[in-house]
T-cell receptor, first 120, second 116 residues
Framework: GAVVSQHPSWVICKSGTSVKIECRSLDFQATTMFWYRQFPKQSLMLMATSNEGSKATYEQGVEKDKFLINHASLTLSTLTVTSAHPEDSSFYIC????????????????FGPGTRLTVT | AQKVTQAQTEISVVEKEDVTLDCVYETRDTTYYLFWYKQPPSGELVFLIRRNSFDEQNEISGRYSWNFQKSTSSFNFTITASQVVDSAVYFCALSELETSGSRLTFGEGTQLTVNP
């Protein structure tokens, strides 16, 4: 099946610094990728939809200037947490979307393994 | 707006017991997909099943089975003869094709603990 990777798998940074997380589709091209955030013992919450070659669409309540998303190619989307603070510590998960074979207007989502961010 | 409810926050069973995880959803779309994912302690989401709104056939895959009932807007998941390795958080999710593309809305998850 399709593989999505994330890098780094975990990162610790100091408050006020910026952190970049990469999401790559390894064996397919994805025009659309999604970024989710998951706090401990909570569900996944969609942060933004990343479309190749255009601006990301952010969910209500997500600061676009704080969480910068760049989808420069069909296999790579990046999420940069700018001026990170301890409350940004979370598990960030990306997913990539590709059309489902044989099913018009249907898509499959493949999830990356996640990146655990700790801001001290 | 779409919504997914997993009323069971935590379930604890003894190995070999059967267990059913409940999922109730809300949507205005006539075309939608329902999913179940497993999230072990490592954090990586494991895809279990996808079901579209036009297919109400129940499905069985090994020890796993799913019961889709449109009349009650439910998509319940049963593990037969549970094993310790089944311990994980299980998420039910909904994707509305007409109103929100393929964006997924997740339920709150059910923490399943299978004790030896």
């Amino acid at each position: 099946g399709a593989v999505v990777s994330q890098h780094p798998s975990w990162v610790i940074c100091k408050s006020g610094t910026s952190v970049k997380i990469e999401c790559r589709s390894l064996d397919f091209q994805a025009t659309t990728m999604f970024w989710y955030r998951q706090f401990p013992k909570q569900s996944l919450m969609l942060m933004a939809t990343s479309n190749e070659g255009s601006k990301a669409t952010y969910e209500q309540g997500v600061e676009k200037d704080k969480f910068l998303i760049n989808h420069a190619s069909l296999t790579l989307s990046t999420l940069t947490v700018t001026s990170a603070h301890p409350e940004d510590s979370s598990f960030y998960i990306c997913s990539a979307m590709i059309p489902a074979s044989g099913r018009p207007s249907s898509y499959e989502q493949y999830f990356g393994p996640g990146t655990r961010l700790t801001v001290t | 707006a779409q919504k997914v409810t997993q009323a069971q926050t935590e379930i604890s069973v003894v190995e070999k017991e059967d267990v059913t995880l409940d999922c109730v959803y809300e949507t205005r779309d006539t075309t939608y997909y329902l999913f179940w994912y497993k999230q072990p302690p490592s954090g990586e989401l494991v895809f279990l099943i996808r079901r579209n709104s036009f297919d109400e056939q129940n499905e069985i895959s090994g020890r796993y089975s799913w019961n889709f009932q449109k009349s009650t807007s439910s998509f319940n998941f049963t593990i037969t003869a549970s094993q310790v390795v089944d311990s994980a958080v299980y998420f039910c999710a909904l994707s509305e094709l007409e109103t929100s593309g393929s964006r997924l809305t997740f339920g709150e998850g059910t923490q399943l603990t299978v004790n030896p």
